[in-house]
């Protein structure tokens, strides 16, 4: 049955096409377990019982006529039951019929059904399958099943064990819960410095509960912490505040221990000058430059530096994360 394709004939001869296409049993069974569940050749095969070139001829007409939808992946093809449009009424009335008369367990689509059940039984016992079909799907399947708010903590494990942490200028502590679980664990893990009063009570709503986090009232050139106790400080967003930097450098070299490291992430260098006067930065961002040579005035060095990919929702402007070394 060689045919045009739909679209340059006639309404009458559509109409035709689609009767021509519905008038072999073995495409209107493939069609509705198509409309079931997306199915790959050979599994269409186990299911209607029928050779897999036939299956791939059927298919191929099918797909001509517009009814169903391959999708590749890998080497395997995909098929499922195309959005009808107009002979979606048809179709409705074909399957009508169908389901009316696979209620009677002896009929052909009834079994259809019984050993559609079966094929996607054995999908579910075999992983590779399941992915072979699910393709670039996964990515959504995942976050249907655990959303995506485990990654960061998970990465966080590739920290060693036993740091204490101190994050500066940690305001309402947003760090604390994810930095808690993997800090040292016996005593205070994680020490959490602040000067604004307000910021400490949220964050410490927020740390309730975390036994290692520890929460002080300082500020970033006088730190409340002792000299040579910590091994990864962390300011967030927090320098561009500070108009004199050259002692916070200092006092951050104090508090560090001897081969300690000081994650600073904040804003690359930008002209938005209006910052000045709606949120009080001191700093419109920072070169590299400008980082490297306050390091160095302090004995510090930086030992990495990168520019973020930028988040296409983000309003601000980009930002860097540098990681300074003593
Ligand atoms: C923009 S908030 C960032 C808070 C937090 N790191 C975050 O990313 O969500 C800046 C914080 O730094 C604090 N801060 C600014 N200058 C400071 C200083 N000299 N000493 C201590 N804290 C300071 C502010 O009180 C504020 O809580």
């Not at 099918?62 to 002979?87: C, K, M, N, P």
């Not at 485990?150 to 740091?163: G, I, N, R, S, T």
């Not at 009232?217 to 967030?236: F, H, K, M, Q, R």
């Given at each position: 049955?060689?045919?045009?394709?739909?679209?340059?004939?006639?309404?009458?001869?559509?109409?035709?096409?689609?009767?021509?296409?519905?008038?072999?049993?073995?495409?209107?069974?493939?069609?509705?377990?198509?409309?079931?569940?997306?199915?790959?050749?050979?599994?269409?095969?186990?299911?209607?019982?029928?050779?897999?070139?036939?299956?791939?001829?059927?298919?191929?007409?099918?797909?001509?006529?517009?009814?169903?939808?391959?999708?590749?992946?890998?080497?395997?093809?995909?098929?499922?039951?195309?959005?009808?449009?107009?002979?979606?009424?048809?179709?409705?009335?074909?399957?009508?019929?169908?389901?009316?008369?696979?209620?009677?367990?002896?009929?052909?689509?009834?079994?259809?059904?019984?050993?559609?059940?079966?094929?996607?039984?054995?999908?579910?016992?075999?992983?590779?399958?399941?992915?072979?079909?699910?393709?670039?799907?996964?990515?959504?399947?995942?976050?249907?099943?655990?959303?995506?708010?485990?990654?960061?903590?998970?990465?966080?494990?590739?920290?060693?064990?036993?740091?204490?942490?101190?994050?500066?200028?940690?305001?309402?502590?947003?760090?604390?819960?994810?930095?808690?679980?993997?800090?040292?664990?016996?005593?205070?893990?994680?020490?959490?410095?602040?000067?604004?009063?307000?910021?400490?009570?949220?964050?410490?709503?927020?740390?309730?509960?975390?036994?290692?986090?520890?929460?002080?009232?300082?500020?970033?050139?006088?730190?409340?912490?002792a000299s040579g106790t910590v091994d990864l400080a962390l300011c967030e967003l927090v320098l561009h505040h500070v108009r004199e930097l050259t002692p916070v450098f200092s006092d951050v070299r104090r508090v560090l221990k001897q081969g300690g490291r000081w994650v600073i992430l904040d804003m690359v260098e930008h002209d938005r000058?209006?910052?000045?006067?709606?949120?009080?930065?001191?700093?419109?961002g920072f070169s590299r430059a400008t980082i490297e040579a306050l390091a160095s005035s302090a004995g510090l060095q930086v030992r990495s530096w990168r520019v973020l990919p930028a988040d296409p929702a983000a309003l601000g402007p980009a930002l860097f994360v540098a990681v300074v070394g003593r």
């Amino acid at each position: 049955m060689k045919r045009k394709r739909i679209f340059v004939r006639s309404m009458t001869d559509l109409v035709y096409d689609r009767l021509a296409i519905l008038s072999e049993p073995i495409r209107v069974r493939i069609l509705r377990l198509l409309e079931r569940e997306e199915l790959a050749v050979g599994e269409l095969a186990r299911v209607v019982q029928a050779p897999q070139p036939t299956i791939s001829r059927h298919l191929k007409q099918l797909d001509e006529g517009g009814w169903v939808i391959r999708r590749r992946a890998g080497t395997a093809a995909y098929f499922r039951l195309a959005e009808l449009g107009s002979a979606a009424s048809l179709w409705d009335l074909v399957r009508r019929e169908i389901d009316a008369s696979s209620a009677a367990e002896s009929t052909i689509y009834a079994e259809d059904l019984r050993r559609l059940d079966g094929v996607l039984a054995a999908r579910t016992s075999d992983s590779a399958e399941l992915f072979r079909r699910l393709g670039g799907r996964w990515d959504n399947v995942r976050k249907e099943l655990f959303g995506d708010g485990y990654v960061l903590p998970a990465l966080l494990a590739l920290l060693p064990a036993d740091l204490v942490v101190a994050d500066l200028g940690c305001g309402t502590g947003a760090m604390l819960p994810l930095l808690a679980p993997v800090a040292r664990q016996e005593g205070i893990g994680v020490i959490g410095v602040d000067r604004e009063a307000a910021m400490l009570d949220v964050a410490r709503e927020r740390a309730a509960g975390l036994a290692n986090v520890d929460l002080r009232e300082g500020l970033l050139d006088a730190l409340p912490i002792a000299s040579g106790t910590v091994d990864l400080a962390l300011c967030e967003l927090v320098l561009h505040h500070v108009r004199e930097l050259t002692p916070v450098f200092s006092d951050v070299r104090r508090v560090l221990k001897q081969g300690g490291r000081w994650v600073i992430l904040d804003m690359v260098e930008h002209d938005r000058e209006e910052y000045r006067d709606t949120m009080g930065h001191q700093h419109l961002g920072f070169s590299r430059a400008t980082i490297e040579a306050l390091a160095s005035s302090a004995g510090l060095q930086v030992r990495s530096w990168r520019v973020l990919p930028a988040d296409p929702a983000a309003l601000g402007p980009a930002l860097f994360v540098a990681v300074v070394g003593r």
